[in-house]
């Protein structure tokens, strides 16, 4: 006979323990009703759009939150349907995703990674998002990428440039369509070697951060591949503002090429402070002294004004594109909200339809689904040409632009003309090449 | 040599700013004993105004150019500057293009404006509350005022170039007897120095030869005894938060051209204006200035090639390492004074 009395202790231990085991978070293990994490049940389904809407980067999340507003009313059959007429893809019917009418939740990045995180955790958790879209950052979009895997939805990666987000941090629920730093230097030396010559001697001032560091690494690959010397690399640190004191040592180095590897504030501030100390004007070795900024934004151009003009670098898409794709998305965006769309808004567009068009092909929602879509998905008319969203590391192929600061722009949006459209073929890459080695893409994770 | 020199003028430079802005939160530190975390948002708004200056220049009209299509193929909207069609094509574009310094102007009541309310509204019910009460509400003043530029401006820099005739940079070298090319330096960043020297020299006169600057002054050293004397010190207080907040705004009229203002700039200035008061001494104005250049032109020397290949990240914390260690050595700072917040 055993004596077994129920003391407080024992009470308050046991209900402490069923209380953690029923408070767990249930977004990392879908409900055993459900197939996969946030299988919609109703006539909707609900998108996460994930982008910086306070901090540095809040105009450009602004663009993309547009474009992606834009994307679901045409995926809801409004407006003109946009890329959906142009789309080779003919899935999409206009009425939702697989009938469902399309709903969004929005969160904002900050453009910091822990803020990203919680605000994607949120939409997912909350509100019950299938899918997260949207970023202006590599930080960000990597760390939103490991959240998006261990909660199992699918991550559509907005701009996020840094060969990592595909290369050693890739993760098999997520996806992205914007280019990344090899390809910029893929795309710009061949521009670079025509005009400015094998013979050339390189400054790069680099953001002192995972992207920088690895555009820096593309380059510099890249150019002293054409024939060019690296004279120097120097780290700049992300918060700097002032660039004159990193600047000074350029005049003097030996150095006939500049090539800031920065983005957002750090390029607009360290572009205009090479400009006054008169760069641009210089003769060095014999040469007109160049800048290059391998990574354009719009928005980041519009902000450096007339420092920008002549200065080489190169774009995922630019508005200016002729392809029937981008004619359609910019006059859908243009005729809605004044301006021509940012190459941010067009990835951020792309995506979204490219997920909603994977949904409908797969027949599901179910994450492993839409990846199993998604992967070596061959497409045509969302900008770009034919695009190739390869399999290996979910990293999207296609033509990338090199463009030039305007030097008579006729109105505030052609800032940046384009200088050449580099074929796909000469940006393409192996998944094991060595700047993207060391990550699996691992297992499509579907919550269940 | 030539590197040396270089590094230097972008040390007094950037020291320029330190100084001005580290000058103004002195100023309000030792008048009113109020730690003001909002300073750097008065700077940045500051350089608002000459954003607001350039953009009040650039109201245009617009008229359709049949010729020219926009970017969806309607006609193209031609925008022309008022002032350029009320004096003229040239007058007109030189007016824009002076817009900063003529921001100036506008500026100075503006900022003195701003300064008196920011002091009669907000902070002179904080006097008697704890620093760190003092601390929180002036930096939540801080993010309220950089949201609102937000709202207005945008999240974007906006370009305010200097004026064409001070754009560009000069061969200093040639001057003082190096080759060609050696000493380059923008011609606007030696106005900026030129410039913060005018100001402090003026903050200077203003309060040693003035019989208001002598009540200041004597009102900083004892301000119950001056108000026993049936002064109010108060009225004068509150005169001197409008002067400094005019000094942080000034400051940021002129830094435009160097650097493209944007909402946050003022954060990014803040904490190391903060250190350079510490480091030059709480209430020392002479010690906030001479920190302002020091800390810049160390900066400076720490950003070259030598100095980062040396000690790598030095760049990033050679301000923060001089503080301790003045603050080791010399616990009030440089030029610091006993009994300051020492209490």
């Not at chain 2, 001005?20 to 105004?49: S, Y």
């Not at chain 2, 108000?227 to 009225?235: F, V």
């Not at chain 2, 250049?293 to 301000?319: D, K, Y």
């Amino acid at each position: 006979m055993t004596n077994k009395s129920v003391t407080r202790r024992g009470v308050l231990k046991s209900g402490a323990v069923a209380g953690t085991g029923l408070a767990l978070p249930t977004i990392f293990t879908a409900s055993s009703a459900a197939a996969y994490t946030n299988e919609p049940t109703g006539s909707s389904v609900v998108l996460g759009f994930n982008v910086p809407q306070t901090g540095p980067y809040a105009e450009e999340g602004n663009d993309e939150l547009l474009a992606q507003q834009l994307a679901v009313e045409h995926l809801n059959g409004e407006g003109d349907g946009g890329c959906m007429n142009t789309f080779s893809s003919k899935a999409l019917k206009g009425n939702g995703i697989l009938g469902k009418k399309v709903e969004f939740v929005t969160g904002d990045t900050q453009t910091k990674s822990d803020a990203a995180r919680a605000s994607a955790k949120s939409m997912i958790e909350k509100d019950g998002a299938i899918m997260i879209n949207g970023g202006s950052s590599s930080g960000v979009a990597v760390a939103v990428q490991g959240l998006c895997q261990e909660a199992g939805v699918i991550f559509m990666a907005g701009l996020t440039h840094a060969n990592d987000t595909t290369g050693k941090d890739k993760k098999a629920n997520g996806f992205r369509h914007f280019f990344n730093a090899y390809m910029s230097g893929a795309a710009l030396a061949p521009v670079l070697a025509a005009e400015m010559g094998k013979e050339r001697r390189a400054y790069h001032l680099t953001a002192d951060y995972n992207w920088g560091w690895t555009q820096e690494e593309s380059i510099v690959a890249s150019t002293e591949a054409l024939g060019w010397e690296t004279v120097n690399t120097v780290k700049t640190p992300l918060a700097s503002t002032d660039f004159s004191s990193y600047i000074a040592p350029v005049l003097n180095s030996g150095a006939d090429v500049l090539v800031l590897n920065h983005y957002g504030g750090n390029m607009v501030n360290s572009l205009t402070n090479a400009i006054q100390f008169g760069l641009l004007d210089k003769v060095a070795n014999g040469k007109d002294f160049k800048i290059v900024v391998p990574l354009y934004s719009e928005l980041m151009a519009a902000g450096a004004g007339e420092n920008i003009k002549g200065v080489l670098g190169s774009m995922n898409w630019n508005w200016q594109l002729q392809d029937e794709g981008t004619k359609a998305f910019v006059k859908s965006f243009g005729e809605k909200y004044g301006k021509p769309p940012s190459n941010s808004a067009q990835t951020c567009y792309a995506q979204t339809l490219l997920y909603a068009d994977a949904v409908e092909r797969a027949g599901t929602f179910n994450p492993c689904g839409v990846a199993e879509a998604l992967e070596d998905f061959e497409f045509d008319g969302l900008g770009n040409g034919p695009t190739w969203y390869r399999g290996a590391d979910h990293q999207c192929f296609k033509d990338v632009l090199v463009v030039r600061g305007n030097e008579n722009p006729t109105n505030a949006y052609d800032t940046l003309e384009i200088v050449e459209i580099t074929p796909r073929a000469q940006v393409e890459y192996d998944p094991e090449h060595p700047m993207f080695a060391g990550g699996e893409l691992g297992k499509c994770n579907s919550g269940a | 040599m030539d590197a040396i020199l270089l590094q230097i003028l972008n040390g007094l430079d950037k020291g320029s700013a330190y100084a001005l802005i580290a000058l103004g939160l002195t100023l309000i530190f030792g008048t009113l004993g109020v730690v003001n975390f909002a300073h750097g948002a008065l700077f940045m708004i500051g350089a608002f105004c000459a954003v607001s200056v350039q953009k009040l220049l650039n109201l245009s009209f617009v008229t359709l150019d049949e010729t020219q299509k926009d970017f969806l193929g309607n006609p193209l909207k031609v925008e022309t500057p008022y002032v350029q069609s009320w004096f003229g094509p040239e007058v007109g574009a030189t007016i824009i293009d002076w817009s900063v310094p003529l921001a100036i102007l506008f500026a100075i009541p503006i900022m003195l404006m701003v300064g008196y309310v920011m002091e009669r509204g907000l902070i002179k019910h904080f006097y008697k509350r704890p620093h760190a009460d003092q601390i929180l509400v002036t930096f939540g003043l801080a993010i309220v005022m950089q949201e609102v530029v937000k709202y207005f401006f945008g999240a974007n820099p906006i370009q305010t170039p200097p004026p064409e005739a001070l754009s560009g940079s000069v061969d200093l070298g040639i001057m003082i007897g190096f080759d060609t090319n050696a000493i380059i330096y923008p011609i606007w960043r030696l106005v900026y120095f030129a410039f913060a020297v005018g100001i402090i020299g003026a903050v200077f006169s203003f309060l040693q030869f003035t019989t208001f600057g002598m009540v200041v002054r004597a009102g900083m050293a004892d301000r119950e005894t001056v108000g026993l004397l049936g002064i109010n010190i108060d009225r004068r207080f509150t005169i001197m938060f409008g002067i400094a907040a005019a000094v942080a705004g000034l400051a940021g009229v002129m830094y435009g051209p160097l650097n493209p203002p944007n909402y946050h700039m003022g954060m990014d200035f803040l904490v190391l204006s903060f250190v350079v008061v510490v480091v030059g001494g709480m209430g020392s104005l002479p010690g906030a200035v001479l920190a302002g250049f020091l800390l810049g032109i160390l900066e400076s020397f720490a950003s070259t090639t030598w100095a980062t290949t040396t000690i790598p990240g030095i760049n990033q914390i050679i301000i923060y390492l001089v503080a301790i260690i003045v603050l080791l050595t010399r616990p009030r700072g440089l030029m610091g004074r006993k009994g300051v917040m020492e209490e």
